[in-house]
């Protein structure tokens, strides 16, 4: 009984395999640009919230520099 019952459940299946259609160049170029589209988004978001902490971040070093270069040269002079 489960002999039948699994062969007769996989013909459909089968048919199905041969109905099979190639893809069309066009198909495939739409999901690609949608794709690289996502992707080109995602890094601008990244880049746009990450730069301006970055940019930050190197102004507070170049400050605390100068306050180091600045604390230097008082007490060279006296």
């Excluded at 880049?47 to 230097?72: K, M, W, Y």
Aim: no cysteine; hydrophobic share 40%.
């Amino acid at each position: 009984m489960n002999g039948n019952e699994e062969d007769a459940s996989d013909q459909p299946i089968g048919e199905l395999a041969n109905l099979e259609s190639p893809v069309s160049p066009g198909f495939l170029q739409y999901f690609r640009r949608k794709i690289y589209r996502r992707t080109a988004t995602a890094q601008l978001t990244n880049f746009s919230v990450r730069l301006p902490g970055a940019i930050f971040v190197e102004f507070l070093n170049i400050i605390l520099h100068l306050f180091q270069v600045l604390d230097g040269k008082k007490g060279r002079s006296r």
